[in-house]
């Protein structure tokens, strides 16, 4: 799984020797996509293994990533 993510952050230096925290977000989000903090609880909840188990952790990771805490009236 990190080494996607690696291999990505590589191939992005290596396009850009100086590459600025603005070229690297918007590298980052056009890859991953951007957020919608209220869709997130939405997706956590819709989410299936539609592909591999590592495939299904990646995008859960993702996800949770994106929520600093979990309330706990979400367990």
């Known amino acids: ?5 690696i291999h990505v952050f590589n191939s992005l230096i290596g396009e850009e020797e100086d590459l600025t925290w603005e070229a690297l977000k918007e590298a980052l989000l056009e890859r991953y996509g951007g957020h919608d903090e209220g869709d997130v609880y939405e997706q956590l909840t819709e989410l ?14 993702y996800l949770t990533a994106q929520i600093p805490k979990l309330p706990e009236k979400q367990f």
């Open 48 to 61: 299936k293994q539609e592909g591999t188990v590592e495939e299904y952790i990646t995008k859960f990771e």
């Open 1 to 5: 799984m990190e080494d996607s993510t």
